[in-house]
């Protein structure tokens, strides 16, 4: 029992515990995870991945949470900078990146604690047709995702380069409301830095921006880079390395790009637009998504261009429903004999209230 005692408070200051006391984090027991999700039972996993799984866990009061476990962590990789990493995230608070709730650090490798988010993620929604079919909730998703990233590139306290954003690393609420999940990757910058140089390339195939691959040399643009790809997976409900009808891999990039600015474009969605307006919309994030996935980083936008178009595109969107939605509430209570609202009244197409910037491809 004294063994036990000893090898739990090794670990704990192995794992950086006594540091980690003193920030805003809570420090969980082994004991309680355990309790929590039943001894890591597979019916409380919640998904795996390359560097281990996630399991559904219930605290006192009813509380839900997701433990991650790692496997195969080498003990070394768990130095100085995940700790570091470990305290910035802990303090982001924003609504569309998932909180880390506090560690357990009586194991060998440290276990996470993070809200627990019940939708599961956009990956399964888009590739098993569940996610809903209209253009306003695909908007609004991207527009959530590109939000959480410009919080993390500009306004965070430690700028954060997540390094693996991929639909997976996305969840959704009971709303479909977006977070970013998963830093395994992430590095910390100072404020003014943009880019840093990594010992090798991390992330998800078919996400990764290409520049990095070759340079070893993790940006900023990384991230826009892979945000272009979940853009394109959320207009056509592809992945990104899809299988074609031989069984052979191909990159659904290059049936994706040349259709943008034609009419092609439109047979290759996941879903229709409902009108005119949407097409204008589609046709502006298709080509929000082509810039933003320029094998050159310097000639991507910035995030922050990309999620204010976005914005402006997700308000316009939730306007034209909302107004959509009350003209036909007028009408079902046959108040139709209204006088008309007056053209400067109507709202303005996403031609007419585009930002415009130059990129060059």
């Known amino acids: 029992m004294m063994c036990k005692q000893r090898k739990k408070d090794k670990n704990f200051r192995d794992n950086g ?32 991945g ?9 605290l006192a009061k009813n509380v839900q949470v997701a433990v991650k476990k790692f496997k195969g962590v080498d003990k070394d990789q768990m130095n100085e900078e995940f700790q570091k990493m470990v305290i910035i995230i802990s303090q982001v608070n924003h609504k569309n990146v998932v909180k880390l709730l506090g560690l357990c650090l009586e194991t060998k490798v440290p276990l996470l604690v993070y809200e627990f988010i019940s939708n599961g993620t956009l990956s399964k929604h888009i590739h098993e047709k569940t996610l809903p079919a209209s253009w306003r ?7 959530e995702i590109g939000i959480a990233l410009d919080y993390m590139h500009s306004q965070a306290d430690s700028p ?12 959704l609420d009971k709303n479909y409301t977006a977070k970013i999940a998963d830093f395994g990757t992430s590095v910390l910058i100072s404020p003014g830095q943009t880019s840093i140089k990594t010992l ?3 992330g998800t195939l078919g996400y990764l921006d290409p520049e990095y691959l070759m340079t070893g040399k993790l940006t900023v643009q990384s991230d826009v880079y892979s945000f272009g790809v979940v853009l394109m997976e959320l207009l056509t409900g592809e992945k990104p390395n ?29 879903f229709q637009a409902a009108d005119e307006g949407e097409m204008d919309e589609i046709e502006a994030v298709a080509e929000l998504a082509k810039a933003c996935m320029n094998r050159m980083g310097e000639n991507r936008p910035t995030i922050k261009q990309v999620s204010d178009r976005l914005a402006m595109l997700n308000e316009h969107t939730q306007k034209s429903w909302t107004q959509q939605n009350s003209d036909e509430t007028d009408y079902l209570l046959g108040e139709t004999s209204q006088s008309p609202r007056k053209e400067a009244d109507q709202p303005m197409t996403p031609s007419q209230t585009m930002i415009s910037f130059h990129i060059e491809n």
């Open 200 to 202: 090798k390339a991390q």
């Open 242 to 270: 899809s299988n074609s009808k031989l069984g052979e891999k191909r990159d659904i990039s290059q049936d994706f790009i040349p259709t943008v600015g034609t009419e092609n474009l439109f047979k290759i969605l996941d």
């Open 50 to 58: 390359g560097f281990g799984s996630v399991y559904k866990g219930i």
């Open 17 to 48: 515990g006594i540091v980690l006391k003193l920030q805003q984090v809570r420090i969980f027991s082994k004991a309680e995870l355990g309790k929590a999700t039943k001894n890591y039972a597979d019916d409380q996993k919640l998904g795996e």
């Open 137 to 143: 909730t695909r908007l609004r998703i991207a527009s």
């Open 160 to 171: 954060i380069i997540h390094g693996d954003i991929n639909s997976v690393n996305i969840l």
